[in-house]
């Protein structure tokens, strides 16, 4: 598939019209989608008037951006202004925004053409996709196994060729797991780094949008899209935001990475080989490989399923019936809430929720809530001495490759587990990024990931790129 | 709700006893859920195995380390109190459930005076 950096290029050139790119795309998803289900909404009709639009733009000599053109696919849970975003649960169906995230703006404005809004676990709440309200995604690389998620649906997009790009959120790895799981590119920016305005909300202290794409420097130009101030998001960082995209070949040149066995030593000896691999490809290229322990991070999971669910139980009060979504009528307002709330949300979100509530409550509060947010100082503070001595950390991104279809669906703790490589990144705010890694013993994608601290994505996109250019190409090598 | 009974390690928060039926009860109708029997009893399993894996933390000495609700030190975001152009209230109100003269309609919230 041609690069993202290649079809902007090609628009900006008049060399190819973005009309005939988003043709492409559409027929892409027309011809593939029905098997895999990436798309809960394709916006054929406003995607050849945007493209049409940059056409023009093109035709009378101005720049329509860094994106122009390229079709990009949005997670459903990215508020478009009057298209429907229901986060893939019943209690949003319908639901048609009066405004648009910043994102997507910010999109726009880099001459993007936005294709559909793509599958999700209801909320975010899942790392399978199989918690969507409107049926699973599949992974294009096996119909019978789960892209991962929550951001399944973006991922499974990009890995099935629909679109070179799309963007997902991650709240504990749910851009990073499905990105590995599909083999593609998936990157968490450091919390603040990229507006929340429009996002809606599932953890607010973890929470964070992302790219997705078929490789590294792709996922950077789309980062420098995104990136930046916004004082409609109160946790927005005001720091300035140089752009990334220029450093990604700069190599690894006596960059210190640690490789991290509290981030490998539980995943499949598949997964384990891979990493080993792409330490050993790193070394090699120049940078200086340690292996670096931090223990803490078997803290995270524990942690991050109660803070998580803690802010949801606050975040979902706001599904009452009243002022947007379903309502199922009751004789009060306080029955109407339940009969509302009780159709409305699926099974994992209520799992959350009571969860979350419980663990907030009078009796609990200090054993489980605040204790968790002292785990979560705990690990900040291991992330804070590692880099001490190492510039990066690598780990795996999941534990395995993509997992059948209702494989872990009734057994809610197997299927958190997938996320502990990713959560002590979220927890701590910092940068992180899944790059495909040739494939596990049953020939379906492997992804490893690259840790870096605060703000220093430009770090952890070059080491990315040394990653990707050394991955394997045929299973086994 | 049962309280805290089981007294951690020293330094520790107190590790509470097992959730129960009554207690998943109790939470959804905090949590305004209406759940079946069949859901009381499958919640209840569920959420008492994820809070046994949390147990592992419940149980560390942390009393030296401050809670953390955010990554990031959080300063107070203010603005100049300027008037600037906010949502369209016919656009907001056009996808509420239910509209009466420019006002979210909703049921009767207190009983009837008798």
């Known amino acids: 598939m041609t690069t993202a950096i290649e079809l902007a290029a090609a628009v900006r050139a008049g060399t190819r019209s973005a009309r005939e790119v988003?043709?492409?795309?559409?027929?892409?998803?027309?011809?593939?989608?029905?098997?895999?289900?990436?798309?809960?909404?394709?916006?054929?009709?406003?995607?050849?008037?945007?493209?049409?639009?940059?056409?023009?733009?093109?035709?009378r000599g101005h720049?329509?951006?860094?994106?122009?053109?390229?079709?990009?696919?949005?997670?459903?849970?990215?508020?478009?202004?009057?298209?429907?975003?229901?986060?893939?649960?019943?209690?949003?169906?319908?639901?048609?925004?009066?405004?648009?995230?910043?994102?997507?703006?910010?999109?726009?404005?880099?001459?993007?053409?936005?294709?559909?809004?793509?599958?999700?676990?209801?909320?975010?709440?899942?790392?399978?996709?199989?918690?969507?309200?409107?049926?699973?995604?599949?992974?294009?690389?096996?119909?019978?196994?789960?892209?991962?998620?929550?951001?399944?649906?973006?991922?499974?997009?990009?890995?099935?060729?629909?679109?070179?790009?799309?963007?997902?959120?991650?709240?504990?790895?749910?851009?990073?797991?499905?990105?590995?799981?599909?083999?593609?590119?998936?990157?968490?920016?450091?919390?603040?780094?990229?507006?929340?305005?429009?996002?809606?909300?599932?953890?607010?202290?973890?929470?964070?949008?992302?790219?997705?794409?078929?490789?590294?420097?792709?996922?950077?130009?789309?980062?420098?899209?995104?990136?930046?101030?916004?004082?409609?998001?109160?946790?927005?960082?005001?720091?300035?935001c140089p752009p990334v995209a220029g450093d990604v070949e700069l190599g690894v040149d006596d960059v210190r990475v640690g490789l991290c066995p509290d981030l490998v030593d539980g995943c499949t000896p598949d997964v384990r080989a891979r990493v080993h691999q792409a330490a050993d490809a790193l070394?090699?290229?120049?940078?200086?490989?340690?292996?670096?322990?931090?223990?803490?991070?078997?803290?995270?999971?524990?942690?991050?399923?109660?803070?998580?669910?803690?802010?949801?139980?606050?975040?979902?009060?706001?599904?009452?019936?009243?002022?947007?979504?379903?309502?199922?009528?009751?004789?009060?307002?306080?029955?109407?809430?339940?009969?509302?709330?009780?159709?409305?949300?699926?099974?994992?979100?209520?799992?959350?929720?009571?969860?979350g509530t419980y663990a907030l409550s009078a009796g609990?509060?200090?054993?489980?809530?605040?204790?968790?947010?002292?785990?979560?100082?705990?690990?900040?503070?291991?992330?804070?001495?590692?880099?001490?001595?190492?510039?990066?950390?690598?780990?795996?991104?999941?534990?395995?490759?993509?997992?059948?279809?209702?494989?872990?669906?009734?057994?809610?703790?197997?299927?958190?587990?997938n996320d502990v490589c990713t959560i002590p990144s979220n927890l701590s705010g910092h940068p992180a990024v899944s790059v495909p890694f040739g494939t596990g013993a049953d020939g379906l994608p492997v992804g490893v990931q690259v840790l870096a601290p605060a703000l220093q994505e430009a770090l952890l996109f070059r080491v990315a790129r040394v990653v990707e250019a050394h991955a394997p190409t045929e299973a086994g090598s | 709700m049962t309280p805290p009974e089981v007294a951690g390690p020293p330094g520790s928060a107190a590790v509470p006893g097992r959730l129960g039926r009554d207690d998943v009860v109790h939470v959804a109708t905090l949590a305004r859920l209406a759940l079946s029997d069949e859901e009381v009893e499958l919640f209840t399993a569920q959420l008492g195995s994820i809070l046994d894996h949390a147990a592992d933390v419940a149980a560390l000495d942390l009393a030296h380390l401050a809670p953390s609700s955010h990554p990031i030190a959080l300063r107070n975001a203010l603005r100049p109190d300027v008037p600037a152009p906010s949502l369209s209230r016919d656009e907001v109100l056009a996808v509420a459930p239910d509209v009466e003269d420019d006002r979210f309609r909703v049921p009767r919230i207190v009983g009837e005076a008798p």
């Open chain 1, 22 to 59: 988003v043709e492409e795309s559409l027929a892409a998803i027309a011809a593939g989608d029905a098997g895999v289900h990436a798309f809960l909404n394709v916006l054929g009709d406003q995607a050849r008037q945007t493209a049409d639009a940059v056409d023009a733009a093109v035709g």
């Open chain 1, 364 to 417: 609990y509060y200090d054993a489980y809530y605040a204790q968790a947010q002292r785990v979560r100082t705990m690990v900040m503070r291991a992330f804070d001495r590692a880099y001490e001595t190492v510039d990066v950390l690598l780990g795996a991104t999941a534990p395995s490759t993509a997992f059948a279809l209702g494989e872990k669906a009734d057994d809610p703790m197997a299927m958190y587990m």
């Open chain 1, 63 to 240: 720049d329509p951006g860094p994106l122009a053109g390229v079709p990009v696919a949005l997670k459903d849970n990215l508020c478009t202004r009057g298209i429907e975003t229901s986060c893939a649960s019943r209690i949003l169906a319908g639901w048609r925004p009066p405004y648009d995230a910043t994102v997507v703006e910010r999109l726009r404005r880099a001459g993007a053409v936005v294709v559909g809004k793509t599958n999700m676990d209801e909320f975010a709440m899942g790392s399978s996709t199989e918690n969507s309200a409107f049926g699973p995604t599949r992974n294009p690389h096996d119909l019978t196994r789960v892209p991962g998620g929550s951001s399944g649906g973006s991922a499974a997009a990009v890995a099935a060729g629909f679109v070179p790009l799309s963007l997902g959120s991650d709240t504990g790895g749910s851009i990073r797991q499905p990105a590995a799981l599909c083999g593609v590119v998936g990157m968490k920016p450091t919390y603040g780094r990229v507006s929340r305005y429009g996002l809606v909300a599932f953890a607010s202290s973890l929470d964070q949008i992302g790219p997705f794409a078929t490789g590294v420097r792709d996922a950077a130009v789309l980062f420098d899209v995104l990136a930046g101030h916004d004082p409609r998001d109160s946790t927005s960082l005001p720091d300035a």
């Open chain 1, 283 to 355: 070394s090699a290229a120049g940078a200086k490989v340690d292996e670096v322990r931090v223990p803490e991070f078997a803290y995270g999971l524990s942690a991050y399923y109660l803070i998580a669910p803690a802010e949801a139980s606050s975040n979902l009060a706001r599904y009452d019936g009243v002022r947007y979504g379903l309502r199922v009528e009751g004789e009060d307002a306080a029955a109407m809430n339940t009969a509302t709330r009780t159709a409305g949300f699926g099974a994992e979100v209520k799992r959350r929720i009571m969860l």
